[in-house]
């Protein structure tokens, strides 16, 4: 049951986009087209699940027992860059248009805080192995839904009668606003 409500935290309650408002570079670069935002999604998913399984045997099998915490933020870097640049390479490899598409934000990844947040949220909540595993799979979930629903949405404001002064980044920040508004319905859901 605790498995299940650490999921539903981070992919709902706590949304990694909607209510603590990180990862936004990639969730108003690449939400323009659904299909692209589902692509940047499962590539996220990825780097969060497998982030949040090494960065916890890195902290608990090495930085702890050999009293190294202070490297705690480099070594989970280095452990997100290296998973970007295989996701990247993946992606090239297997879909040349799809790679063209998410551009400069697929390495932007690496820099992506919402990707440290998970690796930092799992060391303070002091989850165990499995625990962290289904907070990120959950936080990644949570990120693409986030994103697939503002896609959703934006490329249905391409058909809308939007007033000129609205049309881009003003209307793509006022959905944002709502959709976060919308999302705060859920906090005190579910409190871990």
């Known amino acids: 049951m605790k498995l299940f409500l650490i999921f539903i935290s981070a992919a709902v309650v706590n949304n990694f986009v909607l209510a603590y408002f990180l990862g936004i570079c990639p969730f108003v670069g690449v939400s323009k087209k659904l299909s692209s935002a589902v692509s940047m999604g499962m590539a996220v998913t990825f780097v969060m699940t497998i982030t949040a399984a090494v960065t916890w045997l890195i902290y608990h099998l090495i930085l702890v027992p050999f009293n190294v915490v202070i490297l705690e933020y480099v070594s989970f870097i280095l452990v997100i860059a290296s998973l970007v640049q295989l996701v990247e390479m993946f992606i090239l490899k297997i879909s040349k248009p799809l790679y063209d598409t998410l551009g400069i934000y697929l390495p932007l ?19 165990g192995f499995l625990e962290s595993l289904v907070y990120g799979v959950g936080a990644g979930v ?13 490329e249905e404001l391409e058909l809308a009668n939007v007033p000129k002064h609205f049309q881009g980044a003003g209307i793509t920040m006022i959905v944002a ?3 976060a508004l919308a999302f705060m319905g859920f906090a005190g859901l579910i409190s871990i």
Do not use: E, K, P
């Open 142 to 154: 949570g990120f693409t839904m986030a994103l697939v629903i503002m896609a959703g949405i934006r």
């Open 177 to 179: 606003g709502g959709l």
């Open 109 to 127: 990844i690496t820099t992506n805080c919402a990707i440290l947040g998970l690796a930092l949220f799992a060391v303070l909540r002091d989850y």
